[in-house]
DNA sequence: TCCAGGCCCGTTTTT
DNA sequence: CGGGCCTGGA
């Protein structure tokens, strides 16, 4: 088991308890080190398999963990706190509802359902949604939340933050009326949690004393002080991370806590692993000097034993089309040289750029899978099927019962819920409550549905979990309303599936048999619950039926298309994080894309595209390619860029052109493309029927502008900002705007038809 | 209640 | 350009 470990690894894996903080780059064994560690700590006796909490971001991962760690240990795993943040929070407010204030059957709210529980809360207080939209709400309360603060606790420096601040403690007591938790909301609350209840701090600090963290790059704030809070006992802190893969910042993630944690954790104890199982030498050094542009790193440079191996493969295309067309030629003949079509990825910087590559490998009938979109558990029919679940687990479910009341339709039009909504306020309490008041008399439509509801509860009570979803779905009307559709044999399916989750979820959890609604009694010494628990569920305290809506809250299935074929993999840089393949295209290597323009503002966000273009290149084994066009249609507009930046912060020995004319300054914008063999002309025109010919928009790669032309790396002059570069272009006429980078005042973006710009060269 | 058409917007995303 | 969302009319 440690035998086969690399110096630094061994050294990770066998440090006596201490806080520690493990610098794992990409490819280094992180997951192994992580993994053998714990089986290290129980072997060694430094730890039982009770005493161990592990955590993770993905349930993938945890999962995976989970696996290994039984597979390279005959021990007992059930007592291990292994899960992600938000699993082995809703575990801890499950074990201790009444002391966390909340109702036992508590329900998860996730991304979608609390950007319709805010949405009904605007309209139910008359806030005006222009000024305040609901998903800047959404994301000011996300963002306070995982920031630890309470509305109390949010500064209020202005007016509107006041009003956005009145807004959150509005949208916290309805949560708390409707016994419904958001995911920020489980984190802020187990960790209020812990910090203020005495007895339940002790217990659980007492009990875990080894607490494990992977990918520490990503936590928020939150998470950090959940950490060290939980392991504020004398238990040790072993975070393994990797801040030059920190891509997250966007939403919540701090790679400030790598700092943070070894200044004042770990200290001197920081374990870096460097040897790179996975690519080439010409693969990492690139990745290596790239990322040593950024500043305030940590530090690391990964090595491999396995040789040079080829240069990267640079690409440079007239179009977005030909690139599609070029990358679809490659990968044919990277098939026909034997490798398979799962081992080759295809990463982009953004969704939009999907669309051209699919069509191109469409067309040719490469089979491909797409990674991202619709998760299982997130089809409208598979929520509308759990929002009667979720009611007859919890009737003041205001979010649910909204999404069904009047799905299938049954004649309850928007001016009766308006008026059950006004009662449910007068009397602070929930529609479901407040049907007797509208209602009145048993024969309204509203009353029925009240009734179906009440029904549904009474007859699924004996029923084993798959038992009572078939029936919901049966008798809801859901099934008969999506057999009349033409188009519901999908959904049908779905729900059909969604029946076959809950059998297998019930089996998994060992409740097959169990009357879905019966809750598992709660033993009273709590180690003695706590420990009785297996696997990543936790299900005792809990009726199969809320923890299955736990499951479906938290884990909302797989995202990418159906797996088995052998497929070429597309997805977003992001979604690649964590996996790797034999050859790798990366596209779009352009200013404005990738780096995104919405990024180079800053010298933050700069950082990290470039840790995400250093996340890009290390996904690659043995091949990598770079691509990028000199204009693709963006917006519904064509656009002209520059070169990607980051191309030229890679050393050329590494890079292998493609493209005639290597090495050009960014200024020069001569086309390069007519001699490349994917001109425009061959590939562009027949790909599409759009209305502009291509080869008509990519013979200029400028700009007309009355009587001036501006083209991409032109260097132009301007009153106020002074010198700077034109990085790209796009629209033309009077809509025509440029990005330019200026010498010394950075990026700006500006009208070319206000203004006034002098060219100064090219 | 349903559907068509207008309108707005456009990085990355897990739980 | 294309998708999602909202509104207004039938």
């Known amino acids: 088991m440690i035998d086969k470990l690399n110096v630094p690894q061994r050294e990770a894996v066998t440090l006596a308890p201490q ?24 072997q060694s006796g430094y730890a039982s398999p009770q005493g161990l909490l592990a955590v993770t971001f993905t349930n993938k991962a945890a999962r995976e963990m989970l696996a290994r760690v039984s597979a390279i240990m005959p021990i007992d795993t059930r007592g291990m706190w292994i899960g992600t943040f938000h699993g082995l929070c809703n575990r801890l407010l499950r074990a201790h509802f009444r002391d966390a204030g909340l109702p036992q059957a508590f329900q998860i709210l996730d991304t979608a359902d609390q950007l319709a529980a805010i949405k009904r809360l605007l309209k139910a207080n008359n806030v005006d949604d222009e000024k305040y939209p609901p998903r800047d709400v959404q994301r000011f309360i996300n963002g306070a939340k995982e920031e630890g603060q309470r509305p109390g606790d949010v500064e209020a420096y202005d007016s509107f933050r006041r009003r956005m601040i009145e807004i959150y403690a509005l949208y916290e007591a309805q949560c708390q009326r409707e016994g419904v938790v958001d995911f920020p909301e489980l984190l802020l609350r187990a960790f209020e949690l812990l910090s203020r209840n005495e007895p339940v701090r002790t217990h659980y600090q007492r009990r875990f004393r080894h607490v494990l963290v992977d990918e520490f790059q990503d936590t928020n704030t939150l998470q950090y002080r959940w950490l060290t809070l939980l392991a504020g006992g004398g238990a040790t802190l072993f975070a393994v991370g990797d801040d030059d893969q920190s891509i997250y910042a966007f939403r919540g993630a701090n790679v400030g806590n790598m700092s943070d944690f070894e200044r004042d954790y770990a200290k001197g104890t920081v374990i870096r692993l460097e040897q790179n199982y996975r690519s080439f030498g010409h693969i990492l050094d690139a990745a290596n000097a790239l990322i040593s542009h950024n500043t305030g790193r940590l530090g690391k440079n990964l090595w491999t034993e396995q040789g040079a191996g080829e240069q990267i493969r640079v690409m440079e295309l007239a179009t977005d089309l030909s690139e599609a067309q070029w990358l679809v030629d490659e990968v044919r003949a990277l098939v026909a040289d034997g490798r398979v079509r799962r081992e080759i990825a295809v990463l982009y910087r953004s969704n939009a750029q ?74 602070d309490t929930s529609l479901s409550n407040a049907v007797a008041r509208v209602a009145g008399k048993g024969g309204s439509n509203l009353a029925q549905f009240a009734m179906l509801i009440a029904r549904l509860a009474q007859e699924t009570l004996t029923l084993t979990l798959p038992e009572m979803v078939e029936h919901v779905i049966d008798q809801s009307g859901l099934a008969a309303h999506y057999t009349l559709d033409r188009e519901g044999a999908d959904r049908i399916e779905n729900l059909n599936e969604l029946v076959s ?38 299900t005792d305290g809990m009726s199969p039926l809320a923890a299955f809506l736990s499951h479906a809250s938290l884990e909302a299935g797989d995202n990418q298309a159906q797996a088995g074929q052998d497929a070429v993999q597309l997805m977003t840089v992001h979604a690649a994080k964590g996996l790797e393949f034999d050859a790798v295209f990366i596209t779009g290597m352009e200013e404005g894309l990738f780096p995104h323009e919405n990024s180079v503002l800053e010298a933050s966000g700069l950082e990290e595209e470039r840790r995400l273009m250093y996340v890009a290149i290390t996904r690659a084994r043995e091949r990598l390619y770079f691509s990028l066009a000199q204009s693709r249609m963006l917006h519904g507009q064509t656009r002209y860029a520059m070169r990607s930046r980051f191309l030229s912060e890679i050393p050329q020995e590494h890079l292998k052109w493609l493209t ?29 029927n759009r209305a502009t010919p291509v080869s008509a928009r990519s013979l200029t790669s400028g700009v007309q502008v009355g009587t001036q032309e501006f083209r991409v790396g032109q260097g132009v002059r301007h009153a106020r900002f002074g010198d700077g570069t034109i990085t790209s272009l796009s629209g033309s006429g009077l809509d025509a705007q440029a990005q330019i980078q200026f010498r010394d005042v950075g990026v700006k973006t500006l009208a070319l038809g206000i203004a006034k710009l002098e060219v100064i060269q090219g």
Not at 25 to 41: M, Q
Not at 367 to 388: I, N, S, T
């Open 501 to 538: 989750a809950a059998a297998a979820f019930a089996a998994e959890a060992n409740m097959t048999g169990m009357p879905a609604g019966k809750v598992v009694e709660q033993p009273q010494d709590p180690e003695a619950f706590a420990s009785a628990q297996a696997g990543l569920e936790m």
């Open 19 to 42: 806080h520690a903080l493990v610098l794992a780059g990409a490819g280094s064994g992180k997951t192994r080190v992580l993994i053998t560690r714990i089986a290290w700590l129980i």
């Open 660 to 688: 005639p004319r290597q090495g050009l300054s960014p200024a020069d914008t001569e086309p390069r493309w007519k001699s490349s063999g994917y001109s425009a002309d061959a590939f562009g025109r027949a790909a599409t």
């Open 354 to 427: 999907s669309r051209v590559i699919e069509h191109a490998l469409f067309s040719a009938g490469v089979a491909y899978k797409v990674y991202g979109g619709l998760r299982f558990f997130e089809r409208q029919e598979v929520k509308h099927a759990l929002a009667y679940l979720r009611l007859i687990a919890n009737l003041n479910d205001d979010t649910s019962w909204m999404r069904v009341v009047n799905f299938p339709p049954r004649g309850i039009g928007a001016r009766t819920l308006e008026q059950l909504g006004d009662q449910a306020r007068a009397y």
